[in-house]
């Protein structure tokens, strides 16, 4: 998981002052009539706060008459704790090292979701890529790039049909495959948290880790929560969010994908992106630059996301026509050089 913004909400900022101002002022209202007497019931207030989290930032609001943040935290280092493949004491990581197969409640419920992605885009998406992505030099960097029989012989690592569960235990077909949540489990904690706030009847709140979202209700403003896709900008060492699009998020997840910010160009002058498909064992490159998807689920949306990126424009298409509970927004590279990007869409209001 890597440290990038994707997203970046409308910045309406002499409202958001304005507003701000109001309710420093209304919160000193309170707090003044409270002291007058014990009857007065606690306001809602908007709590917001940014933290680092699995490598990378969370950001959060809600309107709540409590401070959350510390429940917040715990459960995210919960998460972490489960199923950080950078933390060598995670489960996940204990699992890698078949130090056990017992699987904790976030495996069992992140692994068959995973899986059931890998059948639904026959492949693209794959947990155990990670000898591939290691090979690549993302992940755990690696110096030198694969030759083409590396290559071969890591693919044979590579199979999310190796792994299956049984009364709560992994089974391996390949004792030595590695699992790799990177490109899900942010998704995952954006909706535990969510799942969280909801818990504490928490009506309105947005949280966001690492360009993955969850809204409910509304914004402090009392309206839609307004999240922008960003401008795919092809800068790796710059980070530069441009707004390319503002779309109203009415409680559903979205989670984006993008290649164009964490890769590097090899010595050849080739660009490699972190995304690797499964059944050629090369890093994807095609003219499909960002993937948006939205989705019931956070952690749904993300492997989504990620898989549409290794399927391309085509394909990704085909699947999201097809599934109702999908939608998405995807930025190309245009051919001519005419447009800069374009679009493809079936969010309606983003047309
Ligand atoms: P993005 O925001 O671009 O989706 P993520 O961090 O969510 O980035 O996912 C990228 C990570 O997913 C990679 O670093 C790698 O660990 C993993 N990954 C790469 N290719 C695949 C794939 N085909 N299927 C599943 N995971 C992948
Ligand atoms: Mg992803």
């Not at 779309?247 to 997840?253: E, I, Q, W, Y």
């Not at 002058?269 to 989705?295: C, E, F, Q, W």
């Amino acid at each position: 998981m890597h440290h990038r913004h994707k997203t970046q909400y409308m910045k309406l900022k002499k409202r958001q002052i304005l507003f701000l101002l109001l309710l420093i002022a209304g919160t000193i209202y309170v707090a003044m009539t409270n002291n007058g007497g014990n009857t007065t019931k606690k306001a809602k207030d908007t709590h917001q706060f940014t933290e680092r989290i699995f490598g990378t930032t969370m950001n959060i609001t809600y309107m709540a008459p409590v401070d959350l943040r510390d429940t917040i935290m715990a459960c995210l280092r919960g998460v972490d704790a489960s199923l950080s493949m950078f933390n060598p004491n995670s489960t996940l990581s204990r699992i890698n090292r078949n130090e056990t197969d017992t699987l904790d409640k976030h495996l069992l419920y992140i692994l068959p979701m995973a899986l059931s992605v890998s059948e639904a885009t026959e492949g693209a998406f794959d947990i155990t890529v990670a000898p591939l992505v290691n090979a690549w030099g993302f992940g755990f960097k690696n110096s030198s790039l694969p030759s083409a029989e590396q290559v071969d012989s890591l693919r044979a690592l590579v199979d999310y049909r190796s792994i299956s569960i049984k009364d709560g235990r992994i089974k391996k077909t390949i004792p030595n495959v590695v699992i790799d949540l990177s490109a899900i489990a942010k998704g995952y904690g954006t909706d535990q948290v969510a799942n969280l706030l909801q818990e504490n009847d928490v009506e309105n709140f947005m949280v966001e880790i690492g360009g993955e979202i969850v809204c409910r209700g509304n914004n402090p403003k009392g309206e839609a929560w307004h999240i922008g896709i960003n401008t795919p900008i092809e800068d790796n060492d710059v980070q530069r969010n441009e707004v390319h699009k503002i779309v109203d998020v009415h409680n559903r997840a979205m989670a984006t994908s993008g290649n164009y910010r964490n890769y590097y160009i090899d010595e050849t002058g080739r660009k490699l992106s972190h995304t690797i498909d499964p059944t050629t064992g090369y890093p994807v490159r095609h003219n499909l630059l960002s993937s948006t998807v939205m989705a019931p689920s956070c952690a749904m949306a993300d492997a989504y996301a990620t898989s549409f990126m290794v399927m391309g424009l085509d394909k990704a298409r085909e699947i999201v026509e097809s599934n109702n509970d999908l939608q998405a927004y995807f930025i190309c590279s245009a051919e001519d050089s005419t447009d800069i990007y374009q679009v493809w869409t079936n969010i309606e209001q983003a047309k």
